[in-house]
């Protein structure tokens, strides 16, 4: 089956898209610009199919690249039939592909090799047939000195060790155990005797058992972690007579004498040294890399709703970084983020310099004419926001706190010390902050996405899908916004299509050299920045002060001659087209279809005039956490606040509520009815009103809830359990139960970030 048909009828489209799209990737086009800009060619499909298309033909490739080296083996071997070419060429995944060819493997020296080379074969092959003979005395025929074959029992053991590999390598039988440990086997985890007081952080798995196709990513990862700090035991298996019987039904014949017997024992030593640490590690990387799968989709998702928060915009802004005993960092920014000026002060404890740092705020913010404070979340940073809330600032300014997640990461990078080469850390760190809340994505991008907070079990996953899958979401969030190319910082202009690290850092080098561009064209000029580049990039990038018009706009330039047209036929300019509803009313998009533009590609383009350059972000709203709540003795159960979600997990959510640790939202407390996915129901960054369940002050921990009545169901719960015997009631296999503080200790702090 070709690619293109397999693929289209994996993800329910049509085979020339996939094959249009295939075409175009190997050309070298990026996900964002075929999605974007080649509609037609592929039948307009998303980022989302055409990434799945970039992924599944390097699967694809990568299994006929397998298929192509194990056929030359066996033929190289002599042993290739035109059966099993057919069998090999059929395969469809890399298990198959690799059951059919473990015969043919090269080996090293096993049980049965060294029985083989005892001359045993023919005995086993003898008794594989499982007919009525005279076993011992078929046996006794075998025993020779010379090949070390002395007795009557060693005879019979090596044939069974032969048995037991031609039963190991049958590819039917292979295929039915891998389902069997798939549908039926248990993940069964246990403390490591000795350890209950080292591991308290995974008592939820101390005696813990749950069906692996049920199990959920973020327990599978927790028990795999467990296992590997050594405070935890994990078995992945199905009943042993479940799985022999299965061997059992392919193997024997339905006769009953002395060979078959041997056939059994053969039986159970191959599940027990082969087949079943086989199926298990397969099984493990199986689940585990669906696990993965899952936290990096969740991870993706986070950071791709946090990359896109809502900007600030260009304002003037202050920007603290608190502390206590240090002082708290101030620095002032213009309104692209450059550097100003930078102050400690020492409005808190042990210093206490209150009014003299209510001063230089004051003096500062009327000497930079600052339009906005923000100030970090970090340790002080509730008490700094009502030191300077109580300042008597013009209520024109506004205040708010800021996630400084990674900033202390970006302050030691390399970035920062190319930026900033003479400030101190914890002044870099402050510029983060601030240059964070006038626009998230510019600054994000500059810190590794896994040193920002919103991932689940990021560094237990596989560091490479990792990397790519965020990669991915940094790159279609930086393309949907799009970049202003004579503003944006290397590490910006990096992750739009087309460009990368040389290409962004050369752009930034004619600019410094050159000036601000004012066309696109003239990238064209920037070195190493060829037409396919320029193919690739140029629809992202805007330059807001641009001779031609749309230079502003996400309008591609190879369609400028287009939208001229456009003007043309309506005896008007570029210019006056777009800022003319009645005019861009008068467009008959149909009579502009041609062989390479079709009506998609039309009203994306009539869709730019109207908004040229447009940001899709949402528009900046200034959040502030409840009054008097500054630490976890402030939060009273009942207790109703605002929060700000921080992080979402298969499990649920974290809100920041103000108090220096987030609070969990746990999948069940989310909304009044049923929940399967968070995302369902909350985004990162997203504003919410939470009631406190539960606080944990020695543990750190904090339960919350978005139900309308929270307590409903604990009062029901309540008077459920005064009628029933509780050890009548087994617990469910696959639930960690007790409250919701129990719940939390598997959460964050131990298992989450």
Known sequence: MQYEIKIASELGVKPHQVQATIELLDGGATVPFISRYRKEATGTLDEVQVATIRDRIEQLRELDKRREAILKSIEEQGKLTPELKKSIDAAETMSKLEDIYLPYKPKRRTKATIAREKGLEPLAERIFAQTSFDLEGEAGKYLSEEKEVKSVEEALQGARDIIAEWVNENAVLREKMRKLFLDEGTFTSRVIPGKENEAIKYKDYFEWSEPIKTAPSHRVLAMRRGEKELFLMLDSCPEELSAIAVIERNILENAANSAVDQVKLAI????????????????????????????????????????????????????????????????????????????????????????????TVKGLAEKFSVQAIAIGNGTAGRETEAFVKNLGLPKSIIVTMVNEAGASIYSASDVAREEFPDLDLTIRGAVSIGRRLMDPLAELVKIDPKSIGVGQYQHDVDQNALKNSLDDTVMSAVNGVGVEVNTASKQLLTYVSGLGPVLAQNIVDFRTDNGPFTSRAQLKKVPRLGEKAFEQAAGFLRISKAKHPLDASAVHPERYELVEKMAKDLNTSVKELMSSDDLRSKIILKNYVSETVGLPTLQDILEELAKPGRDPRETFEVFNFQEGVNSMADLKVGMKLPGVVTNITAFGAFVDVGVHQDGLVHLSHLADRFVKDPNEVVTVNQKVQVTVMEVDIPRKRIGLSMKSDPFAERVRDSKSRTTENPAAKPQKVGEPQGSMADKLAMLKGKFGK
């Open 268 to 359: 159970k030593d191959c599940y027990r040294r082969l087949l079943k640490p086989s199926m298990e590690t397969e099984v493990r990387l199986l689940t585990k890399k669906k696990a993965d799968e899952e936290a990096i989709r969740v991870f993706a998702e986070n950071l791709r709703q946090l990359l896109l928060g809502a900007p600030l915009g260009e304002k003037s802004v202050m920007a603290i970084d608190p502390g206590f005993r240090t002082g708290c960092k101030l620095v002032c920014l213009g309104p692209q983020g450059q550097f100003l000026h930078y102050e400690a002060i020492y409005p808190h404890e042990p210093q206490r310099r209150t009014a003299e740092a209510g001063m």
